[in-house]
């Protein structure tokens, strides 16, 4: 085929094809799903596969996306990281005699919300001490809106350190001890033990001052400043704040919230694009060209040889797919690849096309310029692939097309199940954990709809794009 | 070619497949299986040791004894699974055992039950009623508003239709189950969120009731996903038939409207239908399994889940084989009914085109 014949029939084509309302809106769902599967690095971060497997350190678990507060009319607080540069240095090592030096810093953190961050975390102080047995000391103060001083924590600070505030003992033994005294001092003395291993540490420290605070906490919005007092007690002891990251960590986080791994959805639902894409497009389309092959060189051949290619195509196609993918699945179960997969979807999904395409070829066999290139002593290859194929060919873009979803459908279902590639990130491994978390009977909505929903549209897309293309393309199946 | 020849010849493909299929399995699965049993060899061993401190002083005196011990008690072991056997008469072996349905015992029982040919024996029946009770409803939905659709081809009705079936046909079943767990057991509290009965199950009527309730939300799945698809195939299928010139002489003669439709055009198009219902229900059994477990419906998909969660290979086994078996016999239903609706397809047809 000359290009120019090849432009004007593409000219043609999308003449056609632009009358078709739902394929215009396919081909511009397809473009929003190729932009965000190229994009993915983009809009989130590069290194998402390498660590999608693992525990996301510093996230909160299963929180709902932060837009959650725009349905809700109680706010709950989103994640937030405090760097060095946010926190205030008020003493940048002060000596105070004896060795001793003293390091200072405040962070301050404004409380609009009726549901406070769950945790605080304070992590990566550097730290340098010259004898290990004589950790520094760490005091941290919060000083409340209502002006009440609160010590949290006081305790040695060694390389390393963490600070959880809402998970620490001795936090929670302070914070206990301080709320006690606004609340019925029988009610203490009855349940105290129970009350102090139930209270919610992070939403006493943000509650209002009054009775209730330990049983029904209550949001005290306004300012609170965190004082940090850092002090070391040998000569050559050093501390580097540059590093220290502060985390507030939120009960809500980013586009879509975070799973019970504490990994951003949003970032796996970008991510996933890539595989869906990728293994429904590569399925669909080399099925369609075995098929096809298949098909035409039955026809082709004919007589007993045909007669046997059938055979093998009826029973091949006898043997129901999902079942022994998900038996082939579980044999190779931890080391399956996408391309294992790709592969096995394609030696089971053939057969239908090659069924449409032998008597499509058979009809085309028959036409006099057929006849008339074997004639002219034209060899097999030839015939086959420049005058039967050429014919079959706009059939084929539509069935491959219309071959994507199905696949996209049994590859999510396959990881569904917990047999898709572990290293991959993909939308039905993601229902998989919530199925295995029981997301849906506690109600993580996040966690369940939006995979779900990534699915059907880029099914529906080559849906879209597959009708048109069989009404642009195979004109005569045109029905009404 | 006779009808009998016809049949005859069906059976032998789909027997043909079941053994072929069981035999590529059981390769498979020796293999598997071989790994998991000789780390449970290990174990077993190992515990025996501990479990006997009797033993485990005398031995820990010598460590060639303890060698020479452990080496008896590996061969021995090696011996009772059968591993000493060549990997070829495993294979045949467990390819028997499938095919006369001794499909073994599981590691821990699953619905009271240890032998794999009895728990599937309890799932089955439970399956065919979810999937059944659903079939019917999408079957008669679908084909009341492809008939209509049809009949007034064009109209809001037949593209919202259209719409829907492309729509749905997009949904992964199972997905669309939970949302439906989320909404409806969830947030409104109406319906259960899975299982098949209350805990603990009801007696006399109050049990059948509620086995219904709990069927409600299941079955509206995978209605709401299949009927879609139905009604536009029907569709399809009846504009194709109304176009014939039959309905036209029907029409021209003075037939009732009514009975040009469903008298004359639907039992045209009833080979077809039929065999697109039989084909389709086929294709939906593998999104209706996954979407059984999505509600812990005790059935088919609950097995698979089980058995792909707990490594029950034997069990996924079993399961695979019955679910290739019931696909088969469907399929030479869907062709002898075919053969029987429209006489002139038969086996071999093709070969006079």
Not at chain 1, 136 to 159: C, F, H, S, W, Y
Not at chain 1, 219 to 227: E, M
């Given at each position: 085929m000359r290009w120019v014949d090849l432009k004007a029939s593409i000219k043609d084509f999308w003449f056609e094809f632009?009358?078709?309302?739902?394929?215009?809106?396919?081909?511009?769902?397809?473009?929003?799903?190729?932009?965000?599967?190229?994009?993915?690095?983009?809009?989130?971060?590069?290194?998402?596969?390498?660590?999608?497997?693992?525990?996301?350190?510093?996230?909160?678990?299963?929180?709902?996306?932060?837009?959650?507060?725009?349905?809700?009319?109680?706010?709950?607080?989103?994640?937030?990281?405090?760097?060095?540069?946010?926190?205030?240095?008020?003493?940048?090592?002060?000596?105070?005699?004896?060795?001793?030096?003293?390091?200072?810093?405040?962070?301050?953190?404004?409380?609009?919300?009726?549901f406070p961050p769950s945790d605080i975390i304070i992590r990566n102080i550097g730290v340098k001490l010259t004898d290990l047995n004589s950790p520094a000391q760490i005091v941290i103060t919060l000083v409340r809106p209502d002006g009440i001083k609160i010590e949290l924590l006081n305790t040695e600070l060694r390389e390393g350190s963490v600070y959880q505030l809402a998970k620490d003992g001795k936090v929670r033994n302070a914070v206990f001890q301080w709320a006690s005294q606004f609340e019925n001092p029988q009610k203490i003395a009855q349940a105290g033990e129970t009350l102090k291993s139930t209270m919610d540490t992070t939403k006493v420290i943000f509650g209002k001052a009054q009775e209730g605070i330990l049983t029904n906490p209550e949001a005290l919005k306004g300012t609170y400043i965190f004082q940090v007092d850092i002090f070391t007690f040998r000569e050559g002891d050093q501390i580097d704040l540059s590093t220290t990251e502060t985390i507030l960590s939120g009960r809500t986080y980013g586009f879509m919230g975070t799973d019970y791994k504490a990994r951003d959805l949003w970032s796996g639902l970008v991510w996933g694009t890539r595989v869906s894409l990728t293994v429904g497009v590569t399925v669909a389309v080399l099925t369609v060209l075995i098929g096809i092959f298949y098909g035409v060189t039955s026809a082709y051949l004919g007589g007993w040889k045909d007669e046997f290619m059938q055979r093998v195509n009826e029973f091949w196609a006898s043997i129901p797919t999902l079942p022994i993918l998900i038996l082939l699945g579980a044999a190779f179960k931890g080391h399956v690849s996408l391309w294992t997969i790709v592969f096995l979807m394609v030696a089971f999904y053939w057969t239908g096309i090659a069924k449409v395409a032998r008597s499509m070829a058979l009809q085309i066999k028959e036409q006099t310029y057929v006849e008339a290139a074997i004639a002219l002593g034209a060899g097999t290859g030839r015939i086959i692939f420049k005058h039967i194929m050429p014919q079959i060919m706009p059939y084929a873009f539509a069935a491959m097309a219309l071959n994507v979803p199905g696949a996209v459908l049994t590859e999510a279902s396959l990881s569904f199940l917990g047999l898709g590639d572990p290293t991959a990130v993909t939308w039905g491994q993601i229902l998989y954990d919530a199925q295995t978390q029981s997301a849906t009977i506690n109600g993580y909505w996040w966690w369940v709809i939006p995979p779900g929903l990534a699915i059907t549209l880029v099914a529906f897309t080559f849906v879209l794009l597959g009708i048109s293309l069989d009404r642009v393309l195979n004109p005569r199946l045109k029905r009404l | 070619?006779?009808?009998?020849?016809?049949?005859?010849?069906?059976?032998?493909?789909?027997?043909?497949?079941?053994?072929?299929?069981?035999?590529?399995?059981?390769?498979?699965?020796?293999?598997?299986?071989?790994?998991?049993?000789?780390?449970?060899?290990?174990?077993?061993?190992?515990?025996?040791?501990?479990?006997?401190?009797?033993?485990?002083?005398?031995?820990?005196?010598?460590?060639?004894?303890?060698?020479?011990?452990?080496?008896?008690?590996?061969?021995?072991?090696?011996?009772?699974?059968?591993?000493?056997?060549?990997?070829?008469?495993?294979?045949?072996?467990?390819?028997?055992?499938?095919?006369?349905?001794?499909?073994?015992?599981?590691?821990?029982?699953?619905?009271?039950?240890?032998?794999?040919?009895?728990?599937?024996?309890?799932?089955?029946?439970?399956?065919?009623?979810?999937?059944?009770?659903?079939?019917?409803?999408?079957?008669?939905?679908?084909?009341?508003?492809?008939?209509?659709?049809?009949?007034?081809?064009?109209?809001?009705?037949?593209?919202?239709?259209?719409?829907?079936?492309?729509?749905?046909?997009?949904?992964?079943?199972?997905?669309?189950?939970?949302?439906?767990?989320?909404?409806?057991?969830?947030?409104?509290?109406?319906?259960?969120?899975?299982?098949?009965?209350?805990?603990?199950?009801?007696?006399?009527?109050?049990?059948?009731?509620?086995?219904?309730?709990?069927?409600?939300?299941?079955?509206?799945?995978?209605?709401?996903?299949?009927?879609?698809?139905?009604?536009?195939?029907?569709?399809?299928?009846?504009?194709?038939?109304?176009?014939?010139?039959f309905i036209m002489a029907a029409r021209a003669k003075g037939v009732p409207e009514r009975k040009v439709i469903y008298g004359h055009a639907l039992r045209a198009s009833a080979p077809p239908i039929v065999t697109m219902t039989i084909f389709s229900l086929l294709g939906s059994i593998g999104g209706a399994i996954i979407t059984e477990s999505v509600f812990n419906w005790p059935g088919m998909g609950r097995l698979y889940w089980t058995a792909l969660q707990q490594n029950e290979t034997r069990l996924l086994m079993g399961v695979t084989f019955v679910t290739v078996a019931l696909y088969l016999i469907a399929m030479i239903i869907a062709d002898l009914a075919y053969g029987y609706l429209d006489p002139r397809v038969k086996v071999g047809a093709s070969q006079s085109t």
């Amino acid at each position: 085929m000359r290009w120019v014949d090849l432009k004007a029939s593409i000219k043609d084509f999308w003449f056609e094809f632009r009358r078709q309302k739902g394929g215009l809106f396919g081909l511009a769902l397809l473009f929003l799903l190729i932009f965000t599967a190229l994009g993915a690095p983009y809009l989130t971060e590069p290194d998402i596969p390498t660590k999608w497997s693992q525990y996301w350190e510093g996230n909160p678990t299963t929180v709902p996306p932060v837009w959650y507060n725009y349905f809700t009319t109680k706010k709950l607080a989103p994640h937030e990281i405090l760097t060095s540069n946010d926190l205030r240095i008020t003493s940048p090592g002060e000596d105070i005699g004896g060795g001793m030096k003293y390091y200072g810093f405040e962070f301050t953190y404004e409380n609009n919300y009726d549901f406070p961050p769950s945790d605080i975390i304070i992590r990566n102080i550097g730290v340098k001490l010259t004898d290990l047995n004589s950790p520094a000391q760490i005091v941290i103060t919060l000083v409340r809106p209502d002006g009440i001083k609160i010590e949290l924590l006081n305790t040695e600070l060694r390389e390393g350190s963490v600070y959880q505030l809402a998970k620490d003992g001795k936090v929670r033994n302070a914070v206990f001890q301080w709320a006690s005294q606004f609340e019925n001092p029988q009610k203490i003395a009855q349940a105290g033990e129970t009350l102090k291993s139930t209270m919610d540490t992070t939403k006493v420290i943000f509650g209002k001052a009054q009775e209730g605070i330990l049983t029904n906490p209550e949001a005290l919005k306004g300012t609170y400043i965190f004082q940090v007092d850092i002090f070391t007690f040998r000569e050559g002891d050093q501390i580097d704040l540059s590093t220290t990251e502060t985390i507030l960590s939120g009960r809500t986080y980013g586009f879509m919230g975070t799973d019970y791994k504490a990994r951003d959805l949003w970032s796996g639902l970008v991510w996933g694009t890539r595989v869906s894409l990728t293994v429904g497009v590569t399925v669909a389309v080399l099925t369609v060209l075995i098929g096809i092959f298949y098909g035409v060189t039955s026809a082709y051949l004919g007589g007993w040889k045909d007669e046997f290619m059938q055979r093998v195509n009826e029973f091949w196609a006898s043997i129901p797919t999902l079942p022994i993918l998900i038996l082939l699945g579980a044999a190779f179960k931890g080391h399956v690849s996408l391309w294992t997969i790709v592969f096995l979807m394609v030696a089971f999904y053939w057969t239908g096309i090659a069924k449409v395409a032998r008597s499509m070829a058979l009809q085309i066999k028959e036409q006099t310029y057929v006849e008339a290139a074997i004639a002219l002593g034209a060899g097999t290859g030839r015939i086959i692939f420049k005058h039967i194929m050429p014919q079959i060919m706009p059939y084929a873009f539509a069935a491959m097309a219309l071959n994507v979803p199905g696949a996209v459908l049994t590859e999510a279902s396959l990881s569904f199940l917990g047999l898709g590639d572990p290293t991959a990130v993909t939308w039905g491994q993601i229902l998989y954990d919530a199925q295995t978390q029981s997301a849906t009977i506690n109600g993580y909505w996040w966690w369940v709809i939006p995979p779900g929903l990534a699915i059907t549209l880029v099914a529906f897309t080559f849906v879209l794009l597959g009708i048109s293309l069989d009404r642009v393309l195979n004109p005569r199946l045109k029905r009404l | 070619m006779g009808y009998g020849r016809y049949i005859t010849i069906r059976l032998l493909n789909a027997l043909l497949v079941l053994a072929l299929v069981t035999l590529l399995v059981s390769v498979l699965f020796t293999k598997v299986a071989e790994e998991d049993i000789r780390s449970s060899i290990q174990e077993q061993i190992n515990l025996k040791l501990r479990s006997n401190p009797e033993l485990q002083r005398q031995l820990a005196a010598d460590p060639a004894k303890l060698q020479e011990w452990y080496q008896r008690e590996y061969n021995r072991l090696i011996h009772v699974y059968e591993l000493d056997k060549p990997f070829w008469v495993r294979v045949i072996q467990r390819t028997k055992d499938t095919l006369t349905l001794n499909f073994g015992n599981t590691k821990s029982p699953i619905f009271g039950e240890t032998a794999v040919g009895k728990i599937i024996s309890k799932a089955i029946p439970r399956t065919v009623i979810l999937f059944t009770t659903a079939q019917i409803f999408v079957i008669l939905i679908g084909l009341l508003l492809g008939v209509k659709a049809a009949q007034i081809a064009g109209s809001i009705l037949d593209k919202g239709v259209s719409i829907v079936a492309m729509v749905t046909s997009s949904i992964p079943m199972w997905w669309f189950g939970m949302m439906m767990i989320l909404i409806f057991s969830f947030k409104m509290g109406l319906f259960p969120s899975g299982g098949m009965t209350s805990m603990p199950p009801k007696e006399g009527f109050a049990y059948y009731l509620d086995v219904l309730y709990h069927m409600i939300l299941p079955v509206s799945t995978i209605v709401f996903v299949l009927f879609g698809g139905w009604a536009w195939t029907t569709r399809n299928i009846m504009i194709g038939t109304m176009q014939e010139d039959f309905i036209m002489a029907a029409r021209a003669k003075g037939v009732p409207e009514r009975k040009v439709i469903y008298g004359h055009a639907l039992r045209a198009s009833a080979p077809p239908i039929v065999t697109m219902t039989i084909f389709s229900l086929l294709g939906s059994i593998g999104g209706a399994i996954i979407t059984e477990s999505v509600f812990n419906w005790p059935g088919m998909g609950r097995l698979y889940w089980t058995a792909l969660q707990q490594n029950e290979t034997r069990l996924l086994m079993g399961v695979t084989f019955v679910t290739v078996a019931l696909y088969l016999i469907a399929m030479i239903i869907a062709d002898l009914a075919y053969g029987y609706l429209d006489p002139r397809v038969k086996v071999g047809a093709s070969q006079s085109t």
